[in-house]
């Protein structure tokens, strides 16, 4: 299995872009990777790293997509695009069963749809990150932003494709809530109200009823379904919660001798590790699901370690069956007199 | 001054509510405080505190409205209970001039509703938390849930509820930030864009354009405006976050014998400290924005330190003309046509 990896997409592309794809080889000895983009740089950035050279492919192209771009005339326009490259190659190409790009999220989510296609049955891909639990595992995010209007049956599908993702990462029966503004079942909008319904009906679908903001991270779900937009502002809300704590501890801390000894006598390595549990990019992307092959978004500040988190993750999702799995799970349920008027 | 506190309603009601009520007394000496509830235990609560007699007033009633009561139906038929007894009093007596509540927040909003009543041109009244941020300073977010559907011109009200608060709590140009999918103008579903396109014309607002859920707690805005379906949202996962990082560090801390030590040592009380921080319930309640005399929400799980506060912040609100402020920055504006189609 090849996993193409868009070596010139995000901050620190493309020298930890390509460090972090070569360091994912160490890991597991069962795929190699492609790097599109600017050859000579890629090439540059291998010369200062030990890897075993028949894992590793670079596909040179001349052009980068970047944050000012706008999505949609990027994919069409800059054809021999690092992005645009990988996407063909995971399109055209049966053994690059992944892409990992750490490029502009519009550009990716927009290059999916054009470029390699939805899975048939899912009228709106989504964003799918993975958040830490107060009881120390995962939680799923579906949809954590791709779509900022949703319908009923959109939700439904976040909630097939969020418990294949699950599954395929480990957990055995998915508890599946979905995110409104009160646990109660009448609490939401019309439009939650009506994916509260349906969610119950879905066969293969562990619901386990309405969740509020403050039960994301608590550990009682694996995936929590949201409309794109609250969804996004629930998770771009953890980010900046997570930091303003984080900040505000410093502060406590610095503004007393006896905290600030303690810190840096005992407990900067805690507060180092803590940082890297929070760091959510450090578990790899969020997954864009319901794209006929298996896509990782790794954050535009990503870093090597993040990366190659990145593209193990693409890795073992394509290895355990993704795709095949939501289209089962999708097979078993009957959502087309709801869908067909999408 | 008088300040109503319904004494019955809340999880620690009504000891908790009563010597946070008489404690108030202590810290500010031109207001006196009206106790509703059950005389007899309210007296037995009384008998505990030591208070200035000619500043504390009990008014009898037999009945409680419950978190299990349908709101609209127990404001209406509990005629005799603390909550409907205190509003009654604060929509007739001109010199109550503030309720305090810990009970249900619903019953809260539609006894505000039914028996106070709106302040002419408001249509939606709104719930207005202040969250702590990474700068130390405070930030409103409104609206935290009274509405789970709004319109733009329910937004752009908020918005100036908002920034007359922020006013009267002591922000001299308050910052207005739209909590949206991203910073960009044109991001958001059609409600947030118009809502945008509205924020841009108000006279008397400093709108400083969309925010991401990350920039709420930044310390960047002053007021943060949403939807009360996704301001809900926000807030609990702020509140969920919080939680689930203050046990993800204990965790860690827990998981060394090193950082065990110096958190014992010289960490615990700097943890205390942070804890406080980040319970906003300490610096009073939500306050109720919209209706024509001020109310604060306090948490349900209140206890004496914050009904305190929830005190202190209607009597401040209150003596600093929040509602003249409201009436005076919703003249200045021509929201009629927009308004009129509700």
Redesign the interface.
Known sequence: MKIVVDAMGGDNAPEEIVKGAVLSLEKANDFSVVLTGDEQKIRACLADCKYDAARVEVVHCTEIITNDDAPTVAIRQKKDSSLVVALKMLKEEEDVQGLVSAGSTGAVLTGALLRVGRIRGITRPAVCPAL???K?GKVLLIDA?AN??CKAVNLAHFAIMGTAYAKVSGVKDPRVGL????TEEH????L?QEAHELLKTLPGIRFVGNI???????GDVDVAV?D???G??????????????????K???LS?L??K???A???K??FE??KK??DYSQYGGAVLLGIEKVIVKSHGSSKAASICASVLQAREAAANGLIKDIKELLAGVDLEGIGAEQ
């Open positions: 830490p639990t107060a120390g932003g900022a209007e995110v409104t503004n009160g609490k939401g909008d019309p939650h509020e903001g403050r039960d994301i991270m608590s949201c794109g937009f609250s996004n502002i629930a998770l771009k809300t953890t980010e900046g919660t997570a930091s303003a704590v984080m900040k505000i501890i502060a406590n801390i007393s006896r905290a000894i303690g810190y006598l005992f407990m390595k805690a590790k803590i549990t929070m």
